[in-house]
């Protein structure tokens, strides 16, 4: 009788086990949520409402606030989930060492320069912190940021459902 090991587990099924332990003891603004909550839905968003069937960008929204948030590194993410998932994830964080001003003008830029997928995650981001919103103040700050993301989407065709699914929302 021969023993096989089991298949390794799909890499989204990895990213959502390594999202919740990474953002472990972090809650959204409400304080009651737990934050990883926040990733499953932005991937949840990238497939229900986008259609995206990529597994890669499903695992890259999964850990899209890692580096930003959490302990990790590009390097780990890379050894773990591969180049591509390493480089959406960069993309999506944030150099937090930067005065706001010009960490938002930085972020802009390294998304626009960046691959189109990690617009659309972003787009999936912003989807849901918007739905997430718990006021009338939060939604319009959101509301800024989701101007942001249409006009990084703008110009890309494989970007045009996922940002008329956001825009919906402001309608």
């Known amino acids: 009788m021969s023993s096989s090991s089991p298949p390794s587990p799909p890499p989204w099924q990895a990213a959502a086990s390594k999202a919740a332990r990474g953002h472990e003891n972090q809650y959204r603004k409400d304080g009651a949520t737990p934050y990883s909550a926040h990733t499953t839905r932005v991937a949840l968003t990238l497939i229900l409402r986008f259609g995206c069937r990529d597994e890669e960008l499903v695992t890259a929204a999964l850990l899209h606030d890692l580096i930003e948030d959490t302990g990790a590194d590009y390097d780990e993410i890379e050894e773990q989930f591969g180049p591509r998932v390493a480089e959406l994830v960069a993309r999506m964080s944030k150099d937090m060492r930067l005065p706001e001003s010009a960490r938002e003008e930085a972020y802009d830029r390294q998304l626009a320069e960046g691959p189109w997928e990690a617009r659309l ?25 989701i101007q942001r993301a249409l006009a990084l989407a703008e110009g890309e065709p494989r970007l045009a459902e996922a940002a008329a699914c956001v825009r919906s929302l402001l309608d």
Do not use: G, P
């Open 121 to 145: 995650i972003k787009l999936a981001d912003v989807y849901d912190n918007y739905c997430d919103a718990a006021s009338d103040e939060a939604r319009r700050k959101i509301r800024e940021k």
